[in-house]
């Protein structure tokens, strides 16, 4: 996508995803405490943590669906209380937010026309092409396995092309040929220079793909051990 008055050019060295001491308190709890983070373009940064960790917190904060306590979050330059920058953010959680009794394609370009693109059907188009996913538009949402449902869920992340993607526990319950789709599919989105957050209590299918690795601890963020460089594909 070219830049433009709402998607302004960024220089290269600028991370499109800044947290600085960013705190959130649920009464007098802190579900996040002081996480200060950057999320580079065209990386793939693991987040790792047990249940309860503040691993879906964070992704919230980070999506603009939280708002920070205390702290500042930077989505491409823009403060995430600004819409523009909520825009810029693709956020796959654990619902698909996916109409059961539409097919794949009515729901995506519904999606479209709620982004407010300008060509829904040529979106919804594109953004099945990206996961592997053209077979699925004419199934209804609530005849599709579990598979099959986090590739059209990751396509409505995808169909306003945000250069930050969010994505909570994107491999649970998968089925190893979606999880070999889905790593080529991140692999794709890396190279493409997407920044990728993905959280996981399990670094089984996606260690060897990680340019960082980070661990939330009661709330807390801590520097998690890399794994060895050779492990690593190249970007």
């Known amino acids: 996508m070219k830049p ?6 960024m220089a290269p060295e600028r991370a499109p995803v800044i947290c600085r001491d960013v705190t959130r308190f ?4 802190a579900a996040v405490r002081g996480v200060t983070l950057e999320l580079p373009r065209a990386s793939l940064t693991l987040l790792l943590g047990a ?6 917190t964070l992704l919230r904060l980070l999506a603009g669906a939280l708002h920070p306590s205390q702290g500042e979050i930077l989505i491409t330059g823009l403060p995430i209380r600004d819409p523009r920058a909520r825009g810029r953010i693709g ?14 394609r009515e729901n ?4 479209a026309v709620l982004y407010g693109l300008d060509r829904p059907a040529a979106a919804a188009r594109q953004a099945l092409e990206r996961v592997r996913g053209p077979h699925l538009a004419e199934i209804k949402c ?16 995808l169909l306003h092309q945000p250069p930050v993607l969010l ?23 890396r190279q493409a220079g997407h920044a990728i957050l993905l959280s996981t ?3 089984e299918f996606i260690h060897d793909m990680a340019d960082q690795r980070i661990q939330l601890e009661r709330g807390r963020l801590r520097t998690a051990a890399q794994p060895p460089a050779e492990a690593r594909p190249p970007a």
């Open 201 to 203: 209590h399990t670094e």
């Open 4 to 9: 433009g008055p709402d998607r302004p050019h």
């Open 142 to 157: 609530g005849e599709l396995s579990q598979g099959m449902r986090q590739k059209a869920a990751l396509a409505r992340t």
């Open 26 to 29: 649920f009464g007098v709890r």
């Open 108 to 111: 995506l370009e519904f999606y």
């Open 51 to 56: 249940n309860g960790a503040g691993k879906s």
């Open 167 to 189: 994505l909570d526990e994107a491999f649970a319950s998968l089925d190893r040929a979606t999880v070999a789709d889905l790593r080529e599919v991140l692999r794709e989105l």
């Open 91 to 104: 956020l796959l959680g654990h619902e698909s937010l996916l109409q059961p009794l539409l097919t794949v």
